[in-house]
């Protein structure tokens, strides 16, 4: 599904997925999309089961990251299944980030 998304002119793409993904921010959703890892953001675009594009800034609480869970201040987001990508690659470089 990648699709250009607009990114600020001091943002860079670390890495990228596209899969089966939940996210909790006091609602739980399930979406099928893109998630990319930015030096600012992760930044999710999903077509199904509705359209929704939702940036989680770097600039809240960031927590250890458990299996597959990546979390960013209230946002908890499971990659539940990748059809592309390397999730282990995604998930090393969202480790390792310095924001």
Same mark, same amino acid.
């Given at each position: ?10 943002? /860079? &793409?670390?890495? *990228?997925?596209?899969?089966?993904? $939940?996210?909790? +921010? ?6 099928f999309g ?16 509705? /359209? &929704?594009?939702? *940036?989680?800034?770097?600039d809240g $609480?960031?927590? +250890? ?26 998930i090393n ?7």
């Open positions: 599904m990648k699709r250009n998304t607009s990114i600020q002119h001091d943002e /860079n &793409i670390i890495s *990228s997925i596209t899969g089966l993904m $939940e996210s909790f +921010n006091g609602t739980y959703n399930v979406h893109d998630l990319l890892l930015t030096n600012k953001r992760l930044y999710l675009v999903g077509k199904k089961p509705i /359209n &929704i594009e939702e *940036s989680l800034w770097f $609480e960031e927590r +250890n990251i458990i299996q597959s869970t990546l979390i960013v201040g209230e946002h908890y987001i499971k990659i539940k299944w990748e059809s592309s990508g390397n999730l282990v690659n995604f470089a969202y480790r390792h980030l310095n924001v």
